[in-house]
């Protein structure tokens, strides 16, 4: 029930031991204790004609009628139920020990919790525990989580920002640092994140570099984290506050001038750093469109206009198509196959071999050996020449065809 105050109450009675009165004759120019009503409490206060007294809380019955000694606030005994003789007044009163009062300064000191009310005064400021608004909707509104503890919020959330010039220094962050730390100029610049024993886990900075030059970001030990090129930015979340260090992790925003959609990647920089897991880059895109090499110390050249192939450089492509120096010579020699003994010379278009005789000296001179050790045959339509004594060893042959002739000297 109800706590219930009326002005003017009192009646005379008797007290039950220390449990309750029983109410009796009402006195002249007051109400009695049915104005409280049934099963209603009330502040009540009793004295009786040797001076004892008691101040407390009732609860008003009508059967009797009886006012039961629920809590007693102060009393003749110390604080305690009071035993009372003989006839004792009762009566509504406004204890002490419950009433609200102004101090000197005309303020008020909360006594307790307020449990139930309707606050009709003005607007509660945000310093003493209020909104500093009257409504909840539009501008300035009061901002409400529900019941998984998350904000919806009708419009943008507007995100504090700084912007610092940089000058090649170091600027550290604070817990209250803005969430968005913009560089700006043309040098580097080094952010100190704050000392992560005053954040919380999951307090982020974004921080981006507006600068011709660089951003390094580094922990509270100046222990570096991330290093940001111009143009590029970095989100970086406090995990852990253990030390002031902390731990952070981060990811890393493409610069400005790289776009990209669900297919595409379009940069038009400079990759300096980069394991490429993809599928082969083709050679118009400045790859080989190859996977693997059959083996070690191959050549890479193009088969077709759209195809490149790793392998023995060919002859076609500016190779050999051998992989020995002697099979290589081999490539570009005409064959030897039955021309033991011959020179190479050429017939003003192409390079074969020849007997040695043939060759003319540009110097005027020439030089043969003195004994011939193998079968030779001139050739038809030639003469042959040998200077000095000329020896055939024993079993060659020395063949001189119809119409040529050999002349020694």
């Given at each position: 029930?109800?706590?219930?105050?009326?002005d003017r109450?009192?009646?005379?009675?008797?007290?039950?031991?220390?449990?309750s009165?029983?109410l009796?004759?009402?006195?002249?120019?007051?109400?009695?204790?049915?104005?409280?009503?049934?099963?209603?409490?009330?502040?009540?206060a009793?004295?009786?004609?040797?001076?004892?007294?008691?101040?407390?809380?009732?609860?008003?019955?009508?059967?009797?009628?009886?006012?039961?000694?629920?809590?007693?606030?102060?009393?003749?005994?110390?604080?305690?139920?009071?035993?009372?003789?003989?006839?004792?007044?009762?009566f509504?009163?406004?204890?002490?020990?419950?009433?609200?009062?102004?101090?000197?300064?005309g303020?008020?000191?909360?006594?307790?919790?307020?449990?139930?009310?309707?606050?009709?005064?003005?607007?509660?400021?945000?310093?003493?525990?209020?909104?500093?608004?009257?409504?909840?909707?539009?501008?300035?509104?009061?901002?409400?989580?529900?019941?998984?503890?998350?904000?919806?919020?009708?419009?943008?959330?507007i995100?504090?920002?700084t912007?610092?010039p940089?000058?090649?220094?170091t600027?550290?962050?604070?817990?209250?640092?803005?969430?968005?730390?913009?560089?700006?100029g043309?040098?580097?610049?080094?952010?100190r994140?704050?000392?992560?024993?005053?954040?919380?886990?999951?307090?982020f900075?974004?921080?981006s570099?507006?600068?011709?030059?660089?951003?390094?970001?580094?922990?509270?030990?100046?222990?570096?984290?991330e290093?940001?090129?111009q143009?590029?930015a970095?989100?970086?979340?406090?995990?852990?506050?253990?030390?002031?260090?902390?731990s952070?992790?981060?990811?890393?925003?493409a610069?400005?001038n790289?776009?990209?959609?669900?297919?595409?990647?379009?940069y038009n920089?400079?990759?300096?750093?980069?394991?490429?897991?993809?599928?082969?880059?083709?050679y118009?895109?400045?790859?080989?469109?190859?996977?693997?090499f059959?083996g070690?110390?191959?050549?890479?050249?193009?088969?077709?206009a759209?195809?490149?192939?790793?392998?023995?450089?060919?002859?076609a492509?500016?190779?050999?198509?051998?992989v020995?120096?002697?099979?290589?010579?081999?490539?570009?020699?005409?064959?030897q196959?039955?021309n033991?003994?011959?020179?190479?010379?050429?017939?003003?278009?192409?390079?074969?071999?020849?007997?040695?005789g043939s060759?003319?000296?540009?110097?005027?001179?020439?030089?043969?050996?003195?004994?011939?050790?193998?079968?030779?045959?001139?050739?038809?339509?030639?003469?042959?020449?040998?200077?000095?004594?000329?020896?055939?060893?024993?079993?060659?042959?020395?063949?001189?065809?119809?119409?040529?002739?050999?002349v020694?000297?």
């Amino acid at each position: 029930m109800a706590l219930v105050l009326k002005d003017r109450v009192q009646q005379q009675g008797s007290a039950n031991t220390t449990v309750s009165f029983t109410l009796t004759a009402t006195v002249p120019g007051f109400q009695d204790f049915t104005s409280i009503g049934e099963g209603n409490t009330t502040f009540y206060a009793a004295t009786d004609v040797s001076g004892k007294w008691e101040a407390g809380i009732g609860t008003y019955s009508t059967a009797g009628p009886t006012l039961t000694r629920d809590t007693i606030l102060s009393s003749s005994n110390s604080g305690s139920a009071e035993t009372f003789s003989g006839t004792v007044n009762i009566f509504v009163t406004y204890p002490s020990e419950k009433s609200v009062n102004l101090d000197a300064s005309g303020n008020v000191s909360a006594l307790g919790t307020i449990t139930s009310g309707t606050w009709q005064g003005a607007t509660v400021g945000v310093s003493y525990g209020g909104t500093g608004v009257t409504s909840s909707s539009g501008p300035n509104s009061v901002v409400l989580r529900d019941a998984n503890g998350n904000v919806t919020g009708v419009n943008n959330a507007i995100i504090g920002t700084t912007f610092i010039p940089a000058t090649g220094g170091t600027t550290t962050l604070v817990a209250s640092s803005t969430q968005i730390q913009a560089v700006v100029g043309a040098a580097d610049q080094t952010i100190r994140l704050p000392d992560a024993t005053t954040l919380q886990v999951g307090q982020f900075f974004s921080i981006s570099c507006a600068s011709s030059g660089t951003v390094t970001v580094e922990d509270y030990s100046g222990t570096p984290i991330e290093t940001i090129t111009q143009g590029g930015a970095s989100q970086v979340v406090c995990t852990s506050t253990g030390t002031v260090a902390g731990s952070w992790g981060y990811r890393v925003f493409a610069a400005s001038n790289v776009t990209w959609g669900n297919a595409n990647l379009d940069y038009n920089g400079t990759i300096t750093s980069a394991v490429w897991q993809g599928t082969p880059i083709a050679y118009n895109y400045g790859g080989t469109g190859l996977t693997t090499f059959a083996g070690a110390n191959n050549a890479l050249y193009s088969t077709s206009a759209s195809t490149l192939t790793a392998g023995t450089l060919p002859i076609a492509a500016g190779g050999t198509g051998q992989v020995t120096a002697n099979d290589a010579l081999n490539t570009f020699l005409p064959t030897q196959t039955g021309n033991t003994g011959k020179v190479l010379g050429t017939d003003g278009t192409n390079t074969l071999w020849q007997n040695a005789g043939s060759i003319i000296s540009a110097e005027g001179l020439w030089e043969n050996a003195n004994t011939i050790t193998q079968d030779y045959a001139i050739s038809s339509g030639n003469n042959a020449m040998s200077a000095g004594d000329i020896t055939v060893a024993l079993g060659v042959t020395v063949t001189v065809p119809l119409g040529s002739n050999w002349v020694i000297i």
